[in-house]
C-alpha cells in the first residue's frame, strides 16, 4: 500500500535551517510528483512547492522563493524540503503529499517549532 | 496566482441533514482542451492530514462514501454532504491543480448542531 513516512518532530532556533524527509513505499517514486503543504496550529493549509521526484525540476510558492530547497535521493524513494533563516512564523506542522490528480496520498505530518 | 474563496466559513447542521460548502476561484480552472475542472476537495480531521474527497470537480476519490458529491464548473463550486454523520465533523478545503502552483481554500468548519 502507498504510504509516505515523515521524520520526527524538530525544534530550531531562529535564524536556523531545517530538513524534513518524506519516505515513499508501495509506489514508483519517480512517477509522481510530491508536493509540501503546510499548516500553522489552527490555520489552513499552505502550499509550498512542487518537485518531480524524476527529473529533480522544482517549483515553489513565491512566499518561499529563496528560502526553501526540495530535493530528493531516488535510491531510497525519499524527497527533502529543506526551509532556511527560520523564524517563529514558520512554527507549523509540514506535509508531504503525493500528486496524482489532486494530492492522494500524505504524509503523518512533521511538527517544526521554531523558538529561541 | 489562483486565489480560491470559500463559504461560509462555518456551519452547523444536523444529523441527517444536508450540508452544502461552496468554493469560488478568481479564474477559470476549466481546462478547455479536455473539458476538466481541475479542482479538489479534502476533509481534514483534527490531528489528521487532509484526506482526498474528490477530484476533477466531481469525480470521488475511491472509498469515499456516495454521500459526498462535487458540482460546478469554471469559477463556481459546491461540496455537498447530502445526510451530514458524525464522523464528516471536519474542515474542508478546497484546491485548484489548474495552474503549477496550487493553491487552497481557507476551509470551511463542518459541526453538528
Known amino acids: 500500500q502507498v504510504q509516505l513516512v515523515q521524520s520526527g518532530a524538530e525544534v530550531k532556533k531562529p535564524g536556523a535551517s531545517v530538513k524534513v524527509s518524506c519516505k515513499a513505499s508501495?509506489?514508483?517514486?519517480?512517477?509522481?510528483?510530491i508536493n509540501w503543504v503546510r499548516q500553522a496550529t489552527g490555520q489552513g493549509l499552505e502550499w509550498m512547492g512542487w518537485?518531480?521526484?524524476?527529473?529533480?525540476?522544482?517549483g515553489y510558492a513565491q512566499k518561499f522563493q529563496g528560502r526553501v530547497t526540495m530535493t530528493r535521493n531516488t535510491s531510497i524513494s525519499t524527497a527533502y524540503m529543506e526551509l532556511s533563516s527560520l523564524r517563529s512564523e514558520d512554527t507549523a506542522v509540514y506535509y508531504c503529499?503525493?500528486?496524482?490528480?489532486?494530492?492522494?496520498?500524505w504524509g503523518q505530518g512533521t511538527l517544526v517549532t521554531v523558538s529561541s | 496566482d489562483i486565489v480560491m474563496t470559500q463559504s461560509p466559513d462555518s456551519l452547523a447542521v444536523s444529523l441527517g441533514e444536508r450540508a452544502t460548502i461552496n468554493c469560488k476561484s478568481s479564474?477559470?480552472?476549466?481546462?478547455?482542451?479536455?473539458?476538466?475542472?481541475?479542482l479538489a476537495w479534502y476533509q481534514q480531521k483534527p490531528g489528521q492530514p487532509p484526506k482526498l474527497l474528490i477530484y476533477?470537480?466531481?469525480t470521488r476519490e475511491s472509498g469515499v462514501p456516495d454521500r459526498f458529491s462535487g458540482s460546478g464548473s469554471g469559477t463556481d463550486f459546491t461540496l455537498t454532504i447530502s445526510s451530514l454523520q458524525a464522523e464528516d465533523v471536519a474542515v474542508y478545503y478546497c484546491?485548484?491543480?489548474?495552474?503549477?502552483?496550487?493553491?487552497f481554500g481557507p476551509g470551511t468548519k463542518v459541526d453538528i448542531k
Open positions: 503529499a503525493r500528486r496524482v490528480t489532486g494530492f492522494d496520498y
Open positions: 508501495g509506489y514508483t517514486f519517480t512517477s509522481y510528483d
Open positions: 518537485m518531480n521526484p524524476n527529473s529533480g525540476n522544482t
Open positions: 479564474q477559470s480552472v476549466l481546462y478547455s482542451s479536455n473539458n476538466k475542472n481541475y
Open positions: 476533477w470537480a466531481s
Open positions: 484546491q485548484q491543480y489548474y495552474s503549477t502552483l496550487p493553491t
